[in-house]
């Protein structure tokens, strides 16, 4: 799978655990990785280091939730994180991650790929907020 696919992945399972209490987030986490299908090799199942990589990604950013929120919010001048969508949120946070706190990922990396995450999932605005909001923090 490409580290495109596990990004996106990563969004999906954090967008889903943001519907839920935190306590239900890891059983969240296994019910995306045991039960959605690969769309880029149509395989039902991610390989043990794909789920690996996905789940200890995910909790990152969940473990470090309230310091993103803070990061993002003074970012986002003018916007508070609850009047943001939760694709777009969703999205900032992952960047923000990787921009933050993940060494491996170049910042042009970060912000490319978040912008790709809006088009892809956001409405016809996102990728220009998401683009926006993630320069101010670079």
Not at 64 to 86: H, N, P, T, V, Y
Request: contains cysteine.
């Amino acid at each position: 799978m490409t580290r495109r696919a596990l990004r996106e992945h990563c969004f999906k399972m954090l967008f889903s655990t943001s519907f839920c209490a935190p306590a239900e987030a890891d059983a969240q986490i296994d019910a995306y990785l045991c039960e959605v299908p690969d769309e880029e090799d149509e395989s039902p199942e991610f390989s043990e280091e794909e789920r690996k990589i996905c789940r200890e990604r995910v909790k990152a950013v969940l473990d470090k939730r309230e310091e993103i929120d803070g990061i993002l919010q003074q970012a986002s001048s003018g916007w508070s994180l609850r009047q943001m969508g939760r694709v777009e949120l969703t999205i900032l946070r992952l960047a923000c991650f990787e921009l933050r706190f993940d060494e491996n990922i170049p910042e042009k990396v970060a912000i490319n790929e978040a912008v790709e995450l809006a088009k892809k999932f956001g409405g016809e605005e996102a990728p220009s907020f998401v683009n926006g909001v993630l320069a101010k923090l670079v």
